[in-house]
């Protein structure tokens, strides 16, 4: 019989074993590759501002693995200078180091922003964003917040059903985050001395009746809404919106607006939106009088089968054509200047300042008839080809365009449904300075006086025209 204390003795033996063995055995840590997740897509402040003070929200960072993970670096890409401010597992700071997640476990990030929406100088929406580094590879996470007082538009739709119609107002700029719709039937106002600036892509979509209402003291101006261009040293960067759609049904009327630094294409409810400024579809009709469009990373004005009055505009730097008349349609175009010279932001191609079609190319020898009207008086259309116009036609649909009192840069190939009645071609208009994107007339310009009838209305300067008018959106000086 064994005595006690040998059964103490293997206790004591068995306990140590336990011991040693509880010791040897550690955490197993992944030293290579590995990936983080994050509990959002994007961490938003959607609390709009309206007075100087702060806002806190989270997320959570995901280990999936099954072994600890360390992670070297949660940090914010603008450091120190950031409008947000991030707590890290009770640890503060925009450059948290050396944070251990165990096995399908997380941790918390807090982060706030603090604005005031009376500075001027803060972008209308902030952003920034939270990288962790595991194993030398960066995860990323965007942060976006309202920056200045303003009227937030966040994927609106205004339709009957809200009211038949909607008037802005002025005393705060508006701010477009996504595409908006004016729907059938709606009507949208906008009125004079209104500023409008669009997010990344964002566009308007106008199924009713969309009114621009500005005025020659007082315009409306529709532009990107990254105001701290001059920091990267990108003032008027092309595409950094998309633009306007009249879509089959709706009606535009654009008095009095400059619409610049847009043309970005991106798709919509699986629809493939054309880069364009303004864009007028089938059915639909855009009337626009003493306007600027400028600076376009795609067309400028794209008539798509639609209805397209144009007077006394300037469409002027496009990365495609300044006007495009694609698959015929119903257009006029009055005392306008469309020009193409290129610029250090905006390669002026071998399209040209502008196109006239009946009909679409839709690719695999599909090419897609309409009808074709169009008309164009005391018009300049000029830029750096040798020339800037291309016309042709097809069977199947009619067409005719008339181009009346015009200054041209075309080359010999002149298309029989064209008709020029008083044309110049390939003379220099004689611009004050297009590499400074000045459009005047200089004395000597054979536009000057040279245009046909009389225009009611003064010209894009609210200058009163000269009798004999002169060809093009300004008046001689």
């Not at 500005?214 to 950094?240: C, H, K, M, N, W």
């Not at 619409?259 to 991106?266: D, L």
């Not at 400028?300 to 300037?314: E, P, Q, R, V």
């Given at each position: 019989m064994r005595s006690k204390a040998g059964y103490r003795v293997i206790l004591w033996i068995a306990g140590i074993s336990l011991l040693l063995s509880a010791a040897c055995t550690k955490t197993r840590v992944l030293s290579t590759g590995g990936t983080l997740k994050f509990s959002v897509d994007t961490l938003k402040f959607d609390t709009v501002f309206t007075a100087a003070g702060s806002f806190t929200t989270g997320l959570l960072i995901y280990n999936p693995q099954n072994e600890e993970v360390i992670i070297s670096s949660i940090r914010l890409q603008n450091g120190t200078t950031s409008y947000f401010h991030l707590n890290v597992d009770g640890f503060s700071g925009n450059n948290v180091p050396n944070l251990k997640i165990a096995a399908h476990d997380s941790l918390y990030v807090f982060a706030t922003v603090n604005i005031n929406p009376s500075d001027t100088l803060t972008p209308f929406i902030v952003t920034d964003e939270l990288i962790a580094t595991l194993n030398g590879k960066d995860f990323s996470i965007p942060f976006t917040a309202y920056g200045q007082n303003a009227h937030y538009i966040v994927s609106d739709s205004f339709s009957v059903a809200n009211g038949p119609v909607t008037n802005w107002v002025t005393d705060k700029p508006y701010v477009v985050i996504n595409s908006m719709e004016v729907g059938p039937g709606a009507t949208l106002n906008i009125p004079a001395n209104c500023r409008v600036y669009m997010h990344?892509?964002?566009?308007?979509?106008?199924?009713?009746?969309?009114?621009?209402?500005?005025?020659?003291?007082?315009?409306?101006?529709?532009?990107?809404?990254?105001?701290?261009?001059?920091?990267?040293?990108?003032?008027?960067?092309?595409?950094?919106?998309?633009?306007?759609?009249?879509?089959?049904?709706?009606?535009?009327?654009?008095?009095?607006?400059?619409?610049?630094?847009?043309?970005?294409?991106?798709?919509?409810?699986?629809?493939?939106?054309?880069?364009?400024?303004?864009?007028?579809?089938?059915?639909?009709?855009?009337?626009?009088?003493?306007?600027?469009?400028?600076?376009?990373?795609?067309?400028?004005?794209?008539?798509?089968?639609?209805?397209?009055?144009?007077?006394?505009?300037?469409?002027?730097?496009?990365?495609?054509?300044?006007?495009?008349?694609?698959?015929?349609?119903?257009?006029?175009?009055?005392?306008?200047?469309?020009?193409?010279?290129?610029?250090?932001?905006?390669?002026?191609?071998?399209?040209?300042?502008?196109?006239?079609?009946?009909?679409?190319?839709?690719?695999?020898?599909?090419?897609?008839?309409?009808?074709?009207?169009?008309?164009?008086?005391?018009?300049?259309?000029?830029?750096?080809?040798?020339?800037?116009?291309?016309?042709?036609?097809?069977?199947?649909?009619?067409?005719?365009?008339?181009?009346?009192?015009?200054?041209?840069?075309?080359?010999?190939?002149?298309?029989?449904?064209?008709?020029?009645?008083?044309?110049?071609?390939?003379?220099?208009?004689?611009?004050?300075?297009?590499?400074?994107?000045?459009?005047?007339?200089?004395?000597?310009?054979?536009?000057?006086?040279?245009?046909?009838?009389?225009?009611?209305?003064?010209?894009?300067?609210?200058?009163?025209?000269?009798?004999?008018?002169?060809?093009?959106?300004?008046?001689?000086?």
């Open positions: 990344q892509n964002a566009r308007i979509f106008v199924y009713g009746n969309l009114n621009v209402n500005g005025t020659a003291s007082d315009s409306v101006v529709f532009q990107g809404d990254r105001l701290d261009r001059a920091y990267f040293g990108y003032i008027g960067y092309p595409g950094e919106w998309g633009g306007i759609e009249v879509f089959p049904g709706g009606t535009g009327n654009i008095s009095h607006a400059v619409i610049k630094n847009c043309g970005g294409a991106t798709g919509y409810y699986n629809y493939a939106i054309q880069p364009a400024a303004l864009e007028v579809d089938t059915e639909g009709k855009l009337t626009i009088d003493h306007t600027i469009i400028e600076n376009s990373i795609g067309y400028g004005i794209l008539a798509w089968s639609g209805k397209l009055s144009a007077n006394t505009c300037l469409v002027q730097g496009t990365g495609a054509q300044a006007l495009a008349v694609i698959q015929g349609g119903t257009d006029s175009l009055i005392n306008c200047t469309f020009a193409n010279y290129g610029s250090s932001v905006l390669a002026h191609g071998d399209a040209g300042t502008l196109v006239v079609l009946n009909y679409f190319n839709e690719g695999n020898n599909n090419w897609i008839p309409g009808n074709l009207n169009g008309f164009m008086e005391n018009c300049i259309v000029y830029g750096s080809l040798d020339s800037e116009i291309i016309c042709d036609s097809l069977g199947g649909a009619t067409a005719s365009f008339i181009m009346k009192n015009c200054l041209l840069s075309m080359g010999n190939t002149r298309e029989s449904f064209v008709h020029f009645d008083h044309t110049i071609f390939n003379q220099d208009p004689m611009f004050k300075s297009n590499i400074n994107a000045d459009f005047h007339l200089t004395t000597g310009s054979p536009a000057i006086g040279t245009g046909a009838g009389t225009l009611p209305g003064n010209d894009l300067d609210n200058k009163p025209w000269t009798n004999p008018i002169d060809i093009g959106c300004y008046t001689s000086p």
